[in-house]
Nanobody, 124 residues
Framework: QVQLVESGGGLVQVGGSLRLSCAAS????????LGWFRQAPGKEREFVAA????????YYAESVKGRFTISRDNPKSTVYLQMNTLKPEDTAVYLC?????????????????WGQGTQVTVSS
């Protein structure tokens, strides 16, 4: 079992930045690939970024590539999402997820554990 708790969301203006954190507790976080997803009202959950167990490999959605950076600190059991140059379309609840599989996934269904999410609102 892994418990995930996100933090760092908030209200920011267009072009601004936010840094999300996701603290993992329970089994060793380094045993899991970690991902960030987001979900806006009335829309399906959308992949944002993922990072391998070691932190060496990362994947990004095309919509955030070049603006968002995912990283992890395994001793602290924490994954981060640095979000720069934010746009109104980035407004959503951002959720952290953990995946036991060796292969990294960019869809929600393979992920085993989920946090409750943190709201990010980008105002124009």
């Amino acid at each position: 079992q892994v418990q995930l708790v996100e933090s760092g969301g908030g209200l920011v203006q267009v072009g601004g930045s936010l840094r999300l954190s996701c603290a993992a507790s329970g089994r060793t976080a380094s045993s899991y690939a970690l991902g960030w997803f987001r979900q806006a009202p009335g829309k399906e959950r959308e992949f944002v970024a993922a990072i391998s167990r070691s932190g060496i490999t990362t994947y990004y959605a095309e919509s955030v590539k070049g603006r968002f950076t995912i990283s992890r600190d395994n001793p602290k059991s924490t994954v981060y999402l640095q979000m720069n140059t934010l746009k109104p379309e980035d407004t959503a609840v951002y959720l952290c997820a953990a995946d036991r599989a060796v292969v990294m996934h960019t869809t929600p269904s393979p992920y085993d554990y989920w946090g409750q999410g943190t709201q990010v609102t980008v105002s124009s």
